[in-house]
């Protein structure tokens, strides 16, 4: 299994080929490629590559999958006895991006193919139900009889 960890939006992330991280908003369109190019470790089957602080030549390649708001955060602050109380909310901007392939040296060490990706997904491709008697799955609760002693 190979990962690598990068910084981004001031936060460092552990990233795999294949699966998506939301991280702070990137300048970019959605569906465009994005190569980041801030990678601090790389670990490949075992075999690990560690920058002072970034390792020269690493790249991990991913592309912008949407970009949306984050969760609103509630900042409530008051001073007691004073009569003063301020609420303000906020909500994050956040990218979603898809990793694609972890590169050192122009060489991919890891990638992912995509084809989940680029098959829509239809009733086709969605198994169908197991035909047959439908049986109700209703289940029985029996009640407990036993009694509870007295404290």
Do not use: C, W
């Amino acid at each position: 299994m190979s990962y690598a960890i990068i910084e981004t939006g001031g936060k460092q992330l552990r990233v795999e080929p294949g699966r998506f991280y939301d991280i702070e908003l990137l300048p970019v369109e959605p569906e465009e490629r994005v190569i980041i190019e801030n990678v601090l470790l790389i670990s490949n089957d075992g075999e690990v590559s560690i920058g002072q602080p970034f390792i020269a030549g690493a790249t991990v390649e991913g592309t912008v999958m949407r970009h949306f708001r984050g969760r609103k955060v509630l900042v409530y602050k008051m001073k007691p006895k004073k009569k003063t109380r301020k609420k303000r909310g906020h909500r994050q901007e956040i990218t979603r991006l898809m990793i694609n392939s972890i590169s050192m040296n122009g060489s991919a060490i890891a990638s992912f193919s995509g084809e989940l990706q680029d098959q829509p997904v239809t009733e086709e491709t969605i198994a169908p139900a197991p035909e047959g008697d439908a049986e109700d799955v209703t289940s029985t609760v029996e009640e407990d009889t036993t009694e509870v002693p007295a404290t």
